[in-house]
């Protein structure tokens, strides 16, 4: 037998015969069905998703107002920049209302997940479980509520109450995500602090806090997100001369959509976008730790 045979018989033998040569052939032919098909509905969803973004895009360089394309123009960005003054207080009554609501939530909320984690007293798991009611519960019950609870308290309804109701809804979001952080959480890192002399106080700003750093800022920027886009509950607490900025876009667009959201819609994309981009390392970081 020469080598081209010796070869030929070779290659021959590792190939798959009968039952497992057919059931490779099916696998790979249902593989490649499912694969057309989950491509299929990616670019599907991903078509549903951006195409009013696109037509937003488009339309925010329009030089009229209506749907129909009169030409290429910057008007309404220049009426955004420059003749916009109320929209703009109202992005900073929301960017202010944002931070400072979810950066209370964040410091509240962690350190009653690590009180409920670390000691055993009573109702705690009353508190535990009464705690996720803002984030279960409709947002126009909680509105209402808030919203009698200030009129009977006798609350000026203003940027205050805008606050304290956005501090109490974000608490379960930043509570939840620490409480997950702390599910995984090495308990024997702590007796070892214990052990080399860390008081309690030393413990939970050395050790405790920084291992729970990935689950706090989560809670963090999503206290942020859902506070900057919260419009039932703001409707209900927001007083004169306290609009933020979706109670002036649900005020603007009764009337028709003005092209002047699409342009100020398309700069916080484009801001969004940025700033995800130069944050990438360090959200990389966060995600990784």
């Known amino acids: 037998m020469n080598l081209r045979a010796l070869v030929h018989q070779t290659i021959t033998s590792l190939k798959p015969r009968g039952a497992a040569g057919e059931a490779a052939r099916h696998a790979k032919r249902a593989y490649r069905t ?46 955004l920049l420059f003749h916009s003054r109320d929209l ?79 501090t109490t809804f974000n608490l379960p979001f930043v509570f939840l995500m620490v409480m997950a952080r702390l599910d995984e959480f090495d308990f024997s890192i702590i007796e070892a602090a214990r052990d080399l002399g860390a008081n309690e106080r030393q413990t939970l700003l050395r050790v405790t806090i920084p291992i729970c750093m990935p689950g706090i800022v989560s809670g963090f920027l999503t206290a942020v997100t859902i506070s900057l886009e919260d419009f039932v509950i703001t409707y209900f607490v927001a007083g004169p001369g306290s ?19 699409n342009a100020l819609s398309v700069v916080m994309i484009l801001g969004t976008v940025l700033l995800t981009y130069l944050l990438r390392n360090f959200l990389k970081y966060i995600a990784a730790k």
Do not use: C, D
């Open 34 to 79: 499912r694969s057309f098909f989950s491509g299929t509905v990616f670019a599907a969803t991903m078509v549903f998703l951006f195409t009013p973004l696109l037509v937003l895009f488009l339309y925010s360089f329009n030089g009229s107002k209506g749907m129909r394309w009169t030409g290429f123009s910057f008007v309404w960005y220049e009426q």
């Open 243 to 261: 609009s933020t900025l979706p109670l002036y876009i649900y005020s603007a667009i009764r009337f028709g959509v003005s092209p002047v959201i």
């Open 88 to 166: 703009w207080r109202s992005f900073r009554n929301s960017v202010f209302i944002a931070l400072t609501s979810a950066l209370t939530a964040t410091i509240i909320g962690t350190l009653g997940a690590v009180g409920v984690n670390w000691y055993r007293f009573r109702f705690r798991n009353y508190i535990q479980t009464i705690s996720f009611l803002p984030m279960i519960l409709p947002e126009i019950i909680i509105g209402v509520s808030l919203a009698v609870f200030f009129a009977g308290a006798r609350f000026r309804l203003g940027l205050a109450t805008i606050f304290i109701a956005h």
